[in-house]
């Protein structure tokens, strides 16, 4: 009959079946052992070249070595997981000059700061250059003298504006003779001096309300001087402390001179400023 031969075709077929199945999956096997061979291999090849990376560039702990292998212009500095570009400063952005005028008109040479890449300031603690044509006893000319500054003419612009760029100010630095002379000192060798110390390092002094200038002003002086002021009269003698005082004031003093505390009058101050010596004759007769 026709039934038996069904059967064993039916059998054959599913015997086929069974053996194309099982031939599939010696292929899957065989394939994801290749594909984990491959990927060890891959992830074996990644390894040799992070090691060898790390062996040819340094390590995020040694940035300041990578960014001298860098242009000096612009560096690529990592914090963390982030990164910044920054711009290396060229030596004139370094020493960017803060200039400050006084006793003249400030507006063409302000123009040539401007223009050169320098700065205006207001404050005598951020003045690196003060511009002034004579010798004078303003506050500005007091304090970037008492912090060693330079003081240079009008030329000092000029000549900066002819080369293109801020140069050396030496060979501008004002000269006053007939101020110069009238004082008793040089301002080159005042700057020298008050640039390698200060005046009145230590020194602690209290001003009255009657000098002139007026106290506000004299702290400044006081304080870029290296010197410090007291806000109340001393009435007991310490070391290195002093009053400046005027006339109109010396009823005030009668204690501190009890007390042993030298009085002096502004020339202490001012004068002793300009020629950076301490004027110990200049005191105040009371």
């Known amino acids: 009959t026709a039934l038996p031969i069904c059967e064993e075709q039916q059998q054959s077929q599913k015997s086929a079946a069974k053996l194309t199945r099982g031939r599939g999956r010696g292929r899957g096997r065989r394939g994801r052992s290749v594909a984990k061979n491959g990927s060890q291999e891959v992830a074996s090849s990644q390894v040799s070249r992070r090691k060898k990376q790390k062996r040819d560039f340094p390590s995020s702990l040694d940035e300041e070595n990578l960014a001298e292998t860098e242009s000096p212009k612009r560096r690529r500095v990592s914090r963390g997981l982030s990164s910044i570009t920054t711009t290396t400063a060229s030596p004139l952005s370094e020493d960017k000059p803060k200039v400050m005028f006084t006793g003249l008109r400030s507006t063409p040479g302000e123009k040539i700061v401007r223009n050169l890449g320098g700065e205006l300031v207001d404050s005598v603690c951020d003045c690196t250059h003060l511009v002034a044509d004579k010798v004078l006893k303003t506050i500005k000319f007091l304090c970037v003298l008492a912090r060693g500054q330079p003081i240079v003419t009008s030329k000092w612009l000029d000549a900066c504006r002819r080369a293109g760029r801020f140069i050396d100010a030496s060979p501008y630095i004002l000269c006053d003779l007939a101020s110069e002379r009238e004082h008793g000192f040089q301002l080159r060798r005042s700057i020298e001096k008050a640039s390698a110390s200060a005046l009145l390092q230590g020194y602690k002094i209290h001003v009255t309300p009657n000098v002139k200038p007026p106290p506000w002003a004299v ?43 030298p009085v002096y009058r502004k020339d202490f101050l001012v004068d002793g400023v300009l020629k950076q010596e301490l004027l110990v004759d200049a005191k105040l007769d009371i």
Do not use: H, Q
């Open 219 to 261: 702290k400044d002086v006081v304080e870029c001087s290296g010197g410090s002021t007291l806000n109340l009269m001393p009435t007991k003698a310490g070391e290195n402390v002093v009053v400046v005082s005027c006339d109109e004031d010396a009823g005030l003093c009668v204690c501190a001179v009890r007390a042993g505390i």
